[in-house]
């Protein structure tokens, strides 16, 4: 499942979530044609057995094919959170403000931190007058832009800003890539909270804080403490063993957690006030997608928080 060159193996497993829920999962709510699109032929076909239910034989097969199917259930609920909120910031979409009183303004910037192989630059038409930037590891990039090929972005190319959140300068990078602090941003930090220290979360805030003009948004998918995690994870990594079938998460361990209410002040103090933070339970439960894996989905959460007012 994993990608090439070094590049994250989680964004593969992520990748295959979405395209096993495309078409199948929240219909009219959730569609992503893309998935599939940066996929290579022998992650396909993982993809193709779980949409056709082929239960393959023997513990290696399966322990695959239980991920990636469960990885799709996670992904509807979590990928149609987090474009409505988009949308909802984008300029001209008719769309009602996330909670009454609270008006924002059009953002004309996207920034995905730790982008993988998000398909939005591709697949969302209200992003063509936009201007999109992926941040991710150089060789998680590298791998991505193979991937795309002659796959078309719905505008302009999107920017490809290499990073490294554990040592390099974002803030610079932003900047020199064209990202420009006095207009409103839309910033999406998906599947990458959990794989960063507090102290990683907390620079990147700031940076956010301060490259983040009046309207902006920003939209965090994190994870909440789970007593039971740390077994679930041990088991996972004791049945890989004994399957002799790659671990996606021994090269990217979770490393942070975090309450509701700690990571309310977090972006709080950067001037944010969270509008939304729904768990993917409430989430799934509302667009009627299964819930077989209430666990994961009661213990990943969004969260979205608008600028209003200058860090403390």
């Not at 439960?285 to 299964?290: C, N, S």
Request: net charge positive; glycine share 8%; aromatic share 4%.
């Amino acid at each position: 499942m994993g990608g090439t060159g070094g590049a994250s193996r989680t964004a593969v497993m992520v990748c295959q979530g979405r395209a096993v829920a495309h078409g199948r999962l929240a219909r009219g709510r959730f569609d992503d044609p893309t998935a599939r699109a940066f996929l290579l032929p022998a992650e396909r076909s993982i993809v193709d057995k779980v949409r056709s239910e082929a239960v393959p034989a023997g513990w290696g097969p399966r322990l695959t094919f239980e991920m990636v199917r469960a990885c799709g259930e996670v992904m509807a609920p979590r990928t149609v959170a987090i474009d409505e909120a988009v949308r909802q910031a984008l300029p001209a979409t008719g769309a009602a403000p996330a909670e009454p009183g609270v008006e924002l303004a059009a953002a004309a910037q996207l920034v995905i931190l730790g982008a993988g192989l998000d398909g939005r630059a591709w697949r969302m038409a209200e992003l063509a007058a936009t201007a999109v930037f992926e941040v991710d590891h150089p060789a998680s990039q590298r791998d991505k832009r193979d991937r795309a090929g002659e796959l078309a972005p719905v505008g302009a190319a999107p920017h490809f800003v290499p990073v490294d959140f554990s040592r390099d300068d974002l803030a610079a990078a932003l900047a020199a890539a064209g990202h420009r602090r006095s207009v409103p941003t839309i910033w999406i930090w998906e599947g990458v909270v959990p794989y960063l220290t507090r102290g990683e979360v907390t620079r990147t805030l700031r940076i956010v804080g301060d490259r983040s003009a009046a309207g902006s948004r920003l939209i965090v998918h994190y994870h909440t403490p789970a007593p039971s995690a740390p077994l679930g994870r041990g088991a996972a990594r004791l049945l890989s063993a004994l399957s002799r079938q790659a671990n996606p998460m021994t090269r990217e361990p979770n490393r942070s957690v975090w309450t509701p209410a700690a990571l309310r002040r977090a972006v709080g103090v950067r001037g944010f006030a969270v509008t939304r933070d729904d768990s993917l339970l409430t989430l799934a439960q509302d667009l009627g997608t299964p819930i077989q894996h209430r666990r994961s989905l009661r213990n990943g959460r969004i969260l979205v928080a608008d600028r209003v007012s200058p860090p403390a």
